[in-house]
Each structure stands twice: as C-alpha cells, then as structure tokens.
C-alpha cells in the first residue's frame, strides 16, 4: 500500500517556472552565498576557488503527489571542480542552512560543517569527483574507491541532518563503461568546456546540457521511483537524451518537501549556471483539471464597484485538498485556447489576465482565490456584458473556459446615517457605556433590504432601516434598491471614551486652625475644562467643580471625575479631610557641645568649636531639615556642627509632622572670638602642680615670654608656642618669691598681633 496517501499540504504555486532570463524573480526564490542573475542566467558561483551560492523555492509541495522538475545547467570557463546539487528538503524545518561546500557541494556534512538542515535527496553533477567518495567525513562511496577521487559521476546522496546521515546511495560514472557507468554512446563529461569556454545554450552544439528528474511516489515501496534523465550534446546536431538513474528510492518522505539547488567551487573552480527551472507535481495521472461554472443569473449596479466569487462549492476542484488558486479573464474562448500549451503562464496565474478592461467596465480578480470585482461604466445600464474565465487551482491545474453574464443595472441613490435626535451633518457620538442610540439609514429612493454592520461585521438580524447602537465602533449600512443593487452609507462613529482617570492627596490637611482648603490643588492635573469633578461630603452633600474651593470641615469624602460632554461619573475615591485645632510649633538649643557656652556672656564661643544643637519640637515631628546660616544644613534631628569661621549666623529649623504640617524657628548664633589668653597670678615651682608660670591660650599661632624681675633685669625668654613654661629658677638657682613682671607678645590664628604685660607672684 502506497504509504504517502496521508493529509499533505497541496502544490500551492505549482507548476513554479523561473526562466532566470532576466534580473526580475518570483519572490518565492530565495537567494544565499554568491548566488546572482549573470546574463540572463542564474550563476551559483564563478570560475573562481572557494565559492558558493544556492537558491531554493520557499513553497513547499505535499509529498503525496511526488515532483518532477527540468532545468538547463552550464558548467565551463573554469579548470574543473566542483559541481551543482539539486536538494529536497523537509519544508517544515525551522532554520534553513546549506551543508558543507568544497566537495560536499552544499549538501552533504564536511568534517565538522553540519551538512544540508533535514535533507531528503541530494543529486550532485560532480565535475571534480569528491561527492561520491568518503573524504571530508562522508558516509559511503563507490564500491572500492574509498577517499580517491570519482571525476564525472552523478550521485546520490540520501536523508541527513547536521553531522548524521547524507549517505551514498548510488552513482553514475558518465565517462566510464561498467555497471555504474554508461555506455559508450551515451558517455559526456560533467563540465562542459574548461579555461575560456561559454555557456553553451543551444541543443544542437556540444556541450548543452539538460536535467530532467522525477520523483514518483512508489506503490510497492515506501519512497518514490526515481528517474534521472539528461538531455546532452558531445557533437554538433545530435542532440540525446541518456538515462541517468531509473530505479526505487527507498526512503519516507516528510509530509511536505521544498525544492532547491546549490553549487561550490574548492583548490580548482567552474563558473556553474542553472536556467529555464519547470517544478510540477510528478503524479499528473492522478491529477484532473478543474471545472468552472456558467454563470448568467449575476446583475452588477452602475458606478459602482460590485464584488463576487466564484466558490470552491460552485465550481468542480476534483483534486486532493484542492483549493482555487487564481481567476483569469478573456475576452473569448479562443484566447483560452491560445495558452493551453503554456504551463508556465497557467502556473504564474500571469497579471495581465486578472484584469480585463472592456467598454461596458473592468473585470478584476483579487489575488488569489475565487473572489473578483466590476466596475460598470456609466451609459450601459440595462445592458449585459459577457467575459470568459478559467480557474487555476493550487496544483497548476486549469479549466477550460466558461463565461460570465452580467447585468448592468441602474445604482440606487445614496444612503446615509442619521442619529436619533441629532444634526444630519453628525457623524460621531459620544456616549456613556451602555448608554443605546437610535441609528436610521436615510435616502432619497424606496429601499428593500439593508444591512448593518459594525467594525466591518454584519450585524445578526439587521435587515431593517434603522437599529439601536449601544456597542463602540464604526456603523455603516449597505441599502438595496427594488433592482438588488447596493449603495453604501459613509461611517458613523459611536465612541464610549474611558472614564478619565482620577487621584488625590489622602489625607487632605489643613495646616492652621479654623482654615479652609481648596480641594482642587489636591488633585493632579486637575482640568476643569475637559472634565467635570464632584465632592461628596460626609453629610451627603453633593459639590462640583469651584464649589470645591472652600472646605472648612473635617471628615471622610467622595470624590468622582466624569467627562465634561456627558453624564456617567467615575466610581467615588474615598480620602479624608483633616483640619488641625492647634498650630505646630517648634523650638530649639545650642551650645558649646559639653561646656553649656552659648555666648560671650559665657567665655565666648570659638571658630573651631562644637556647636550641640537640641531640637525642643513635639513628639510628632517626622522631618527635620536644619540651615545652619553659613550654606550647610543637616537632617539630624540633634545636629552637631562646626563653623571654623567668625561671625554672626542666623540657624533655622524647619519641622514636618506627620500630616505634612510645616513650622518653622531661627535663633542666632554669634562666633565673636578667635583667640584667647588667660595668665595666672602666680605660681608654686616648689610643688607639684602648678609648677611653672605661663599663660593658657587658645587661637594662638605664634608667642614670645619674656619674664623680668622689678628691676628690669629679663630672666627668662621663649618663642616656643609649646613650652612648659618659666620654672622659677635662673641658671638652675630658685629665685626668691615676690612679685615679678610678663611681658608677651603673640599672633592670632587670623593674623591678629597681640601684647600683653603684667605682674605675678612667684610663691615659694
């Protein structure tokens, strides 16, 4: 039992024809590497080492039905290597890539190159003689030759993905006798010509080339029965066809396949050139024509576009999974008859076919399908104009002529769209959801049906003039006169506008006693021309828009935003308003940190002192934010700080509670001193603690102690600003107690100089 008769996917683009003729292609072939037009051929490499370039359709055809395709090739100008592949592969692949190129040709693995995405079949025209060997990693090869070389063989390669499979099958010696060569008469090189030769187009001049391949599916197998032929010349005006391969190819073939071909240059190289490519479906005894339908019982409205289609239930599709491909119009039978003999016009459903220009109108079919359009002229109503077409389906097959009848009647007047309640000249509404409106199809004729549609979707039940609209969209209506002919009504817009959206401030805090907010500044982007916005306070009373301006309660409110042009307010938001009864108030301190200076009453407060700041604020302050008055500040809530500079500096603290209240309190802090100097009254040598005279400073960068006796006479002298001091004694011998006198000069820290004398008391 034939094991390929399973649901497949239908030859849709078969037969596919690419002459390759000139720089235009079907956007199907898929170009990779350095293939190119070149010359109205289609050139996979150039007689140039390390080239590649491929090509394959990009429509898959149902492995049902096998494939058979014909196609020129021309292998010249070069010295020799390598070859062209055709390939099948799985159409279902994911990711397409070629195989190794070199000797593998594209196809199969090489090395560690993965070899052709989900192959089926590889058929190569080796020139160089590497494809049927097992060099480069490849499975299998001619009987006994291993990895030596095989010039002029077709091979055979078969199913391979990444590094696995892509094995020999069977090969074909085209210059050698034998079993796995030809005979004599049929024997041909590969290439054609070698260094400075040229494509050879002519059947009749030696070196042509022609493949012809056909996959049919095997009822006694589980593949296809392979046949090879080629149409060659090795001497001028004998042309002959020689078979390659005729023979079973004994492997499953996906459901669906895709066709292509690639060709690689190695060390030696060849310019290799594929033209006048033919895909059909192999199976053709098992294929019929399809068969149209007269059609006479259509009438077309005047000055207007009417549109048809001629169905798959209308018309007769005898093949499996069978589909209508294409329309194609004529002017007569016998134009029809003129193309027969042209699959590749009948494959291409060619453009100028779909649209037929006659004086009554223009006959236009869509792209694909059964569906066409005509446009009348004006002055032929009551008039009929016949056309004759043919359907193409999806596997290339066509019918052989029928005719359509149209009459051409006279178009209604037009209709239009009148909203309930509303100015004619309305075409858009805005609506509340759910909120229905009354739409009516008007006009100046009697009309017998109509139909409404909303988005372009007929609407169930709407043959009637006028329906209720409570869905958003765009409306429209088509109207039939008594003669069936249409007039379609411009669009009414119905629009349900989402509810704006809606936020405010929760809570809503009036920061002083007794005061009143306006509730407006609380919410964002607060727009009182587009929309309208409403408050609900906690005793029910409804206030709108300015009448929100002048709160001066506390409570739990409702708000809701509705758009200004209608009457369906938002769901409420739910906040709540609170009014202090008392002030927030604040307070601070500071002084010298541990010394509890806070002034010149106190000894002064110096540059580089400590300053202590106490915050004196309520328990519920949640911020503080401090200026010390010299451009710093501090979030601390008890501070410390340095100035480092004299002067008089206004701080400020400034509080938050956790409503969001502010308060606000200064003080002044003067720095009046940058030095001091204290000198004792006098001073014990003879004991422990206070054992030498000299004064206690502070802010001070430089000082001389002179010390003299009444009479003048200087006993002790120091510039060292770290002395101990005078120790009573001169040369080491104690001086008497009583009075003797300073002298001192200093330098401030700020550059101040100081001198200062006086008497002390030596007591011993």
């Not at 060099?135 to 091979?155: D, R, T, Y």
């Not at 938001?573 to 009014?579: G, K, L, R, S, Y």
Request: aromatic share 10%; with cysteine.
């Amino acid at each position: 039992m034939f094991s390929f008769l399973i649901e497949g996917k239908a030859q849709v683009g078969f037969p596919y024809c690419e002459k390759f003729t000139d720089n235009s292609t079907q956007s199907a072939t898929v170009f990779g590497g350095n293939a190119r037009i070149v010359n109205g051929a289609l050139r996979l490499t150039d007689a140039v080492n390390e080239q590649n370039g491929y090509i394959y359709i990009d429509i898959p055809f149902s492995s049902t039905y096998g494939i058979k395709a014909e196609f020129e090739y021309f292998s010249y100008g070069g010295n020799g290597a390598d070859g062209i592949v055709a390939f099948l592969f799985d159409a279902d692949t994911p990711v397409f890539n070629t195989g190794g190129f070199g000797g593998s040709l594209g196809y199969a693995q090489r090395g560690n190159q993965v070899g052709l995405s989900r192959a089926y079949l590889g058929i190569g025209f080796d020139e160089y003689g590497n494809f049927g060997t097992t060099q480069e990693g490849k499975i299998g090869g001619f009987a006994g030759i291993g990895e030596s070389l095989v010039p002029n063989s077709i091979v055979i390669r078969g199913p391979g993905n990444g590094l696995s499979g892509y094995n020999f099958i069977v090969g074909r010696k085209t210059m050698e006798p034998g079993n796995d060569g030809l005979r004599a008469s049929d024997q041909f090189p590969i290439s054609s010509g070698g260094p400075g030769t040229n494509r050879v187009t002519d059947p009749n001049l030696p070196g042509y080339r022609k493949v012809f391949l056909d996959l049919q599916p095997d009822p006694f197998g589980e593949g296809y029965f392979l046949t090879v032929k080629m149409l060659v010349s090795t001497e001028a005006n004998n042309p002959r066809m020689v078979t390659i391969f005729d023979r079973p190819y004994n492997f499953p073939a996906p459901k669906n396949l895709k066709i292509g071909f690639t060709a690689s240059t190695g060390g030696l190289n060849n310019i290799h050139e594929i033209r006048n490519l033919i895909v059909e479906v192999s199976n053709e005894d098992g294929l019929s024509n399809p068969e149209g339908v007269d059609i006479d019982d259509k009438a077309s409205c005047e000055g207007q576009e009417n549109t048809y289609e001629i169905t798959p239930a209308e018309a007769t599709l005898p093949n499996e999974n069978s589909s209508i491909r294409c329309l194609q119009f004529y002017g007569s039978l016998e134009d029809i008859q003129a193309e027969e003999g042209d699959i590749c016009s009948q494959a291409r459903c060619r453009p100028e076919n779909r649209v037929l220009v006659l004086p009554q109108g223009t006959f236009r079919a869509s792209d694909t399908g059964g569906e066409f359009t005509f446009f009348p002229n004006t002055g032929f109503t009551d008039q009929t104009v016949q056309v004759y077409y043919t359907i193409t389906d999806n596997y290339g097959k066509t019918s052989s002529g029928n005719y359509i009848k149209l009459l051409i009647k006279e178009s209604p007047e037009p209709v239009s769209i009148l909203a309930q309640g509303l100015d004619s000249t309305i075409d858009e509404l805005r609506r509340c959801e759910g909120d229905p409106i009354i739409l009516r199809a008007v006009g100046d004729e009697v009309y017998v049906k109509h139909e409404w549609f909303r988005d372009d979707i007929l609407i169930p039940d709407s043959d009637v003039s006028e329906i209720q609209a409570i869905l958003p969209g765009v409306y429209k209506v088509i109207a039939y006169n008594s003669k069936s002919c249409p007039t379609e009504s411009s669009v009414f817009t119905l629009i349900n506008p989402p509810l704006p959206s809606l936020v405010i401030s929760d809570p809503v805090v009036g920061c002083e006693p007794g005061m009143s907010l306006d509730v407006r500044e609380f919410i964002p982007g607060y727009d009182e021309v587009s929309y309208d916005y409403q408050l609900e306070t906690p005793g029910g009373e409804l206030i709108e828009n300015e009448g929100m301006s002048n709160i001066s309660s506390s409570g739990n409110f409702l708000l809701r935003i509705k758009h200004k042009d209608l009457d369906c307010w938002s769901e409420p938001i739910a906040f709540e308003i609170i009014i202090v009864t008392q002030s927030l108030q604040t307070n601070f301190d500071f002084e010298v940190q541990g010394t509890g200076v806070k002034g010149d009453e106190d000894g002064g407060i110096f540059p580089d002192d400590t300053i202590q700041f106490t915050d004196l604020s309520p328990d519920d302050v949640v911020n503080w934010s401090w200026d010390f008055g010299d451009g710093t500040g501090s979030t601390d809530q008890n501070p410390i700080h340095i100035y480092g500079k004299k002067g008089v500096f206004q701080i400020v603290l400034t509080i938050t509670d956790e409503l969001g209240c502010v308060a606000e309190f200064a003080k002044e802090l003067s720095i009046t001193k940058s030095y001091r100097v204290m000198f004792p009254t006098g001073f014990t040598p003879t004991l422990e603690e206070n054992r030498f005279f000299r004064p206690k400073v502070r802010g001070i960068a430089q000082m001389e102690i002179l010390v003299f006796n009444l009479w003048g006479n200087m006993l002790f002298r120091t510039n060292d600003l770290k002395t101990e001091g005078w120790d009573g004694k001169v040369n080491g011998e104690l001086m008497p107690g009583g009075n003797y006198v300073y002298r001192v000069k200093m330098v401030t820290i700020d550059g101040e100089s100081v001198e200062q004398s006086g008497r002390f008391l030596l007591i011993r």
